[in-house]
């Protein structure tokens, strides 16, 4: 694959502790884009996170590491196996169920917490057991100043219920959150990211 040389967006986050609003609207834009990709060729990543989410040398986003990821999976045939990222699992998979593409929906509301608030919504500490029974029963948790479209976002991507999961019910695209994306023009790249490797924009340390 191509050399992607503007880092991840772990990278990112690690860096300036969160994005700002308009940032992480452009970064989750494209990323529903290339799960809708994916789904639409009946594929599951199963492991999304910011370290498989890469920037290229346009400052566009590439999800990476299909090596998780399974084919075939379609709205009347769903698979099991534990697979992904302990903290970013959804509910069904940590039940050991069988799920579809509602994982990588899940997954993404965590990512989006991430870069938006710089906190999982869930317990993030060592003791897993703490960590499963927080993402099992316990309601997504956000610090106060967050941006009310998406803080609305991510509980709708975060449903207990995988038929419920905005993704797999409702048109992301519709979202508030997004009331400002030109779809079209996304997935052309005629719209301009926030910034590309070259320009110096980590000087400030909050993109």
Same mark, same amino acid.
């Given at each position: 694959m191509e050399?992607?040389?503007?880092?991840?967006?772990?990278?990112?986050?690690?860096?300036?502790?969160?994005?700002?609003?308009?940032?992480?609207?452009?970064y989750t834009a494209e990323m529903v884009s290339g799960l809708q990709f994916l789904h639409g060729h009946n594929i599951v990543h199963r492991d999304i996170k910011p370290d498989n989410i890469m920037l290229d040398?346009?400052?566009h986003i590439r999800i990476i590491n299909l090596g998780p990821a399974q084919d /075939? *999976? #379609?709205?009347?045939?769903?698979?099991?196996?534990?697979?992904?990222t302990?903290?970013?699992m959804a509910p069904e998979v940590h039940h050991r169920k069988q799920y579809g593409?509602?994982?990588?929906?899940?997954?993404?509301?965590?990512?989006?917490?991430?870069m938006a608030a710089g906190r999982?919504?869930?317990?993030?500490g060592p003791?897993?057991?703490?960590?499963?029974?927080?993402?099992?029963?316990?309601k997504p948790k956000f610090p106060t100043w967050l941006d009310a479209d998406v803080k609305h976002l991510i509980k709708k991507l975060l449903r207990k219920d995988p038929q419920?999961?905005? /993704? *797999? #019910?409702?048109?992301?695209?519709?979202?508030?959150?997004f009331t400002t994306i030109g779809w079209e023009d996304l997935e052309e790249r005629r719209v301009e990211p926030p910034f590309t490797p070259f320009r110096p924009v980590l000087e400030n340390h909050h993109l």
């Open positions: 050399y992607l040389s503007g880092g991840s967006v772990q990278d990112l986050i690690r860096m300036c502790g969160c994005l700002n609003i308009g940032n992480v609207r452009f040398a346009d400052g /075939g *999976v #379609s709205s009347s045939k769903n698979i099991s196996g534990v697979t992904g302990f903290h970013y593409a509602a994982v990588d929906w899940w997954s993404l509301g965590i990512v989006v917490s991430r999982y919504p869930f317990y993030n003791v897993k057991q703490m960590a499963f029974k927080s993402i099992i029963n316990e419920t999961c905005l /993704g *797999v #019910s409702g048109n992301i695209r519709e979202h508030p959150f």
